[in-house]
């Protein structure tokens, strides 16, 4: 396989088109290499006869018609794997940078891996506890969920996906190793920098493989970012065991990416100028999460995407939304009244918590808890609507009830230190004191017995 | 899906030109022919044909093509995108183009890898055959020639295939026998002897014929209260759920897979998640299906193309679904396929057409995206069966509307061929208001034909206990334009009431928790007494309307709560409580006449 061509027929971005080729082989990877003896990788997307169009990584710069010379590799992109990946920084397709030395590895896997047989998987049911209330009651994460964070420009999502790595007890029950998995794709320096050092402060660093496509680095090398990244993770996973958080930043900048190939390829825009099939890219990476049978391994996903606009309907995260197993959306007008984790709890969902909650995982309480949390919270909103309208002053006293304990949910429930970390004990009797600022007959989701139980004995403790 | 050794000689055959994700350009051959399957490069993945030209043929391959290069060989055998159809289909779960994953998974592990050909069914399995046709009977398409137990809940009813014609030549005895053996010989009219056995082939994309479509005047029962009372589907249409993400439409179609009144429930999986796969064959496997007392997965088929899996066989697995439904309806049953969610279906039409470099319509959608559905959907209908037999197929999809926006081409056109709309909100799900189907956006047009129906099986009450609700939350709707701007304080009492009857009709009636053991299934019997009771409700305190004293002594007295939390409290099968509720009603309302200096 080391026949080399000389020379490219056509540039446009970050596609070269190639002539005469034999043999290439649809998706496989090639070495490009130009006068300089510079050499850059590249993946074939399309063949029609001897002639092929080629996605070049690093980007195409410096490169003319004549000045390069192309070998085929017969192999799709493979990067090596071991566990000596941990600890490591590597950039955007599996290659060191840390100045650390090669990787030795103990098999090469291939970036795109294949789907998961439905019949193999192990439906999700262990809830981590992160320490952050609004989470753990009211979103609970799961081992082997893909849950998202919808954030914005400006807003607090790395501090707190730090927080939940500092504090989430993803293994502990299970005696098993755990680490992370760190996908930087198109992010900026100093983002990658906080969360090196933040990595570093609390002791994990060692357990953490990056994989850093920076701002500036290469787009088609950020469409890779991910994949390597979740190849490193089902590795670990699966054939290692270890239970593995993956944190993906910034989802936007990568579907970015990807809009701006399909434009170069000339392909007819859906939404926005993105690809019709955004959705089915999305969904090779973000259900590459779960628990399989035969491993006692399980990948977490927790995804971060800067929402464009504040707009939860533009095609990145309403995709996301439609293939994660719910989200955690972050609220700006929170996080301008000084509320951290500025979690907005009624679009927030974790789909999975009804099986990993209540009697047996957290307490029996817990569900109807949560229930009754978002039921009232939703009559704040309503509240505050009206109060907007013909002033706190006129509301009834039911509403006005609603307003104290809106305000109060917010300040105490929603709100915690950066460092805080509440056991879902604490949780659970915070949200039924929280529900003591309300009148009995308002709770409308509960059943006598849990009225009794629960609510009656912390008005007592109140 | 037929595997390759039985497909005997090869009708054309060509070699791959040209390569553009799941699209591959065969040249070499101008023999191929439109929708046959064919075999492409050396691992012999399946794929179909999708356009055929003087110069090339144009395939979709219904599987990862990296790795495939120019030159690599295409074969066809002749035969039509098609399932295989025989005992052995129940409780299974394949993928979009009905290979089995169990087997799959036996083979190659977790990961679904390529290139594997396998029988739908298993072939060696013997099932017990009892005959029903003999020597001499006159049989076509359809016949019934034998029944076999295909599950607990399911009597599997052999048929004579498509295309063969004549007298029965020979006829096996009772006994066991596997999918692939001759058990009845036909002697067609020009002399022709034809094997028949239990298994056999049919096009995914042709309907079955039929002999004509009954009338749609039974309900599907579902047990959803929202849906029987408010909204209900007869058995037999077909119905849209759209929603945003997280709205509720998996759930949705989870609780009618579990507690509808179809004989057998086809899952079609369509580019959603393989967890929610993972859970409804885990959970089918435990839940009992109250109608036979035998594990739900006993009388339902699955089919599984997750949104990461191949996307040409995400754009066939509807097909799929669908053809298999027909070969049972025939057998006279009642399928229901729940459909989800048909924008990734739609989505991969578009994905298909855009390599193909087709002129797009609306948002990159091909201009056949209208009649493709209106294809799909109307393959549901009830209908009188060739062979004599009556069968219905409902059709319940889910619709993913890109940003939650209804005016997209696929909820748009979608709404044109169902005549059910479940239209789910985000405000509702947001409040946690389960199921979140907005009562007043979403219609139903069968209740006309229904009607009939209810009032002789249920009571001639159900309908207008219906009318009754509708027309107090439209009344509520209209009334909270008001509160929004000044609040509820002000409203007259009689106002004041109709919102807290319409929120005990939401909380009390509409809610229902999936959850809840007693209130996941509600039977109809219930459904109207609950409505019954809150009509009652309603009436009791419009006499103390009347009589000026003030609503909110009503409200004090908790009655209100009783009447919300009856849908826990009181049984599925033993409705007394209400007896005992309606005269707590009474009760207390008497108490508030007399503490009002009031007789009665
Ligand atoms: N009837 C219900 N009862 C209780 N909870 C429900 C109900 N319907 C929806 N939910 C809640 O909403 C979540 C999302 O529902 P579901 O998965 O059905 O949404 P969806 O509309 O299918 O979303 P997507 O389009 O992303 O697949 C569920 O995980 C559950 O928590
Ligand atoms: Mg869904």
């Known amino acids: 396989m080391s026949v080399e061509y000389i020379g490219l027929n056509k540039i446009e971005g970050p596609l070269v088109a190639i002539e005469g080729v034999e043999g290439a082989s649809f998706d496989e990877i090639v070495e490009i290499t130009n006068s300089e003896g510079e050499k850059r990788l590249g993946r074939i997307i399309e063949i029609y006869g001897d002639k092929s169009i080629v996605q070049v990584f690093e980007g195409t710069e410096n490169y003319s018609l004549t000045n390069t010379t192309i070998r085929l590799t017969g192999k799709p992109l493979e990067i090596p794997m071991s566990r000596e990946i941990l600890g490591r920084v590597l950039d955007g397709v599996g290659r060191p940078i840390d100045g650390l030395g090669d990787i030795f590895p103990d098999e090469m896997r291939e970036v795109n891996g294949s789907p998961i047989n439905p019949v193999a998987r192990v439906y999700p049911n262990n809830y981590i506890q992160t320490g952050i209330s609004s989470i753990d009651c009211l979103a609970t994460l799961i081992r082997g969920q893909k849950l998202p964070i919808f954030s914005g420009n400006g807003m607090p999502h790395d501090i707190l996906a730090v927080q939940i790595v500092k504090q989430a007890k993803i293994a502990e029950d299970s005696g098993q190793e755990f680490a992370v998995v760190f996908a930087a794709m198109g992010v900026k320096h100093d983002v990658e920098a906080y969360f090196r050092d933040a990595f570093e402060q609390s002791g994990v660093l060692h357990k953490v493989v990056m994989f850093v496509n920076l701002l500036d680095d290469p787009i088609v090398e950020r469409i890779v970012t991910p994949r390597a990244a979740l190849t490193a993770a089902e590795y670990l996973a699966f054939k290692c065991n270890m239970h593995i958080l993956v944190i993906m930043t910034d989802m936007t900048s990568y579907a970015e990416a990807v809009r701006e190939i399909s434009s170069s390829k000339g392909e007819i825009p859906s939404r926005k100028g993105y690809p019709g099939y955004l959705y089915s890219d999305l969904a090779s990476l973000y259900e590459r999460a779960g628990l399989v049978e035969g491993s006692s391994g399980s990948i977490t996903q927790i995804p971060i995407l800067t929402v464009p606009n504040d707009d939860i309907t533009h095609p990145i995260p309403d995709l996301t939304g439609y293939i994660t197993e719910g989200q955690i959306v972050l609220d700006k007008s929170l996080h301008l009244r000084s509320v951290y984790p500025p979690i907005a709890i009624l679009p927030s969902l974790s789909r999975l918590m009804k099986d990993g909650i209540g009697e047996g995982f957290t307490r029996k309480d817990h569900v109807p808890l949560a229930n009754q949390l978002f039921a009232s919270y939703a009559k704040v909103m309503d509240a505050r609507a009206l109060a907007s309208v013909i002033g706190e002053e006129e509301l009834s006293p039911v509403d006005k009830q609603y307003m104290e304990f809106g305000r109060e949910f917010e300040k105490r429930f929603i709100g915690q230190g950066k460092n805080e970390n509440r056991s879902i004990f604490q949780t659970l009797n915070l949200g039924w004191q929280l529900l003591g600022l309300l009148p009995v007959d308002e709770l409308d989701r509960l059943e006598q017995s849990v009225i009794d139980e629960f609510y009656s004995k912390t008005q007592v403790i109140l | ?600």
Request: proline letters at 4%; a negative charge; glycine letters at 8%.
């Open chain 2, 1 to 600: 899906m037929a595997i390759v050794k039985q497909m005997g000689k090869a009708q054309a055959e060509g070699y791959i030109y040209g390569i553009n994700g799941p699209v591959i350009k065969a040249k070499g051959s101008n023999e191929f022919r439109m929708l046959e399957v064919v075999y492409v490069g050396k691992e012999k993945l399946i794929g179909e044909v999708i356009s055929v030209d003087d110069t090339e043929t144009t395939i979709q391959v219904y599987e990862d093509t990296t790795g495939l290069t120019v030159g690599e060989p295409i074969v066809s055998y002749g035969s039509l995108m098609s399932v295989t159809l025989a005992p052995g289909i129940i409780g299974n779960i394949f993928d979009g183009i009905e290979r089995p994953l169990n087997v799959i998974k036996e083979q190659t592990g977790v990961l679904i890898t390529r290139g594997i050909q396998l029988s739908s069914v298993d072939l060696e399995k013997k099932w017990d055959a009892e005959f029903i046709v003999s020597v001499g009977d006159k049989v076509s398409f359809g016949t019934i020639i034998a029944t076999v137990r295909e599950t607990e809940s399911i009597v599997n009813k052999v048929m004579i295939p498509f295309g063969v014609e004549g007298i029965v030549k020979s006829v096996l005895k009772n006994g066991q026998y596997n999918v692939a053996e001759t058990i009845v010989t036909v002697e067609t009219a020009s002399g022709e002897e034809i094997a028949v056995n239990m298994m056999q082939e049919f096009p995914i994309r042709t309907p079955r014929p039929v002999m004509y479509r009954e009338r749609m005047v039974r309900p599907l029962i579902t047990g959803q209260r929202i849906i029987d009372a408010l909204l209900p589907i007869s058995k037999g249409g077909a119905a849209a759920i759209p929603g945003g993400f997280g709205t509720g439409k998996t759930m949705t179609q989870h609780q009618l897979a579990k507690w509808c009144d179809a004989d057998i429930i086809v899952y079609i999986g369509c580019g959603e998640r393989g967890n929610e796969m993972t859970q409804v064959l885990e959970e089918f496997s435990k839940l009992v299906d109250p109608k036979t007392g035998n594990l739900l997965l006993n009388r339902t088929v699955l089919i599984a193309n997750t949104s990461n899996m191949p996307v040409a066989a995400r754009e066939a697995s509807i097909y799929t679904g669908v053809a298999i439904a027909e070969y049972y309806r025939d057998m006279g049953y009642h399928v229901a396929i729940m459909a989800d969610s048909t924008s990734r279906w739609a989505e991969a039409l578009r994905e298909i057409s855009g390599r193909l470099e087709e002129m797009p319509a609306e948002e990159g959608f091909p201009a056949y995206l209208a009649s493709r559905l209106a294809a799909f959907y109307e393959r549901a209908g009830y209908m009188h069966n060739l062979n004599g037999t009556e069968g219905s197929i409902t059709i319940i999809g889910a619709v993913s509307p890109q940003g939650g926006d209804f005016s997209e081409p696929v909820t748009q056109s979608t709404k044109r061929f169902t005549r059910c709309f479940f239209s789910l909100d985000k405000n509702l799900a947001y409040a946690r208001h389960y199921p979140a189907i907005n009562w007043l956006d979403s219609y139903s047009e069968y209740i006309d034909e229904l009607t009939p129906w209810f009032n002789e099986n249920v009571s001639p009450d159900f309908m207008l206990e219906r009318t009754k609700f509708m027309d107090i939350l439209q009344e509520e709707n209209s009334l909270m334009e008001i509160v929004k701007l000044i609040g509820s304080d002000i409203l007259p009492d009689d106002q004041k009431l109709v919102l807290e009857i319409a929120r005990i009709i939401r909380l009390g009636f509409l809610q229902q928790n999936a959850f809840h053991d007693v209130d996941t299934y509600v039977p109809l019997k219930k459904q109207m007494l609950m409505m019954k009771t809150i009509s009652y409700l309603y009436e009791k305190a419009k006499e103390l309307l009347k009589l000026n004293i003030t609503i909110g002594q009503l409200r004090e007295s908790g009655i209100y709560d009783d009447v919300i939390k009856m849908k826990y409290n009181i049984d599925n099968e033993d409705f007394e409580p209400f007896e005992k509720l309606n005269a707590k009603i009474e009760n207390e309302v008497n108490r508030i006449k007399t503490d009002n200096g009031y007789t009665n």
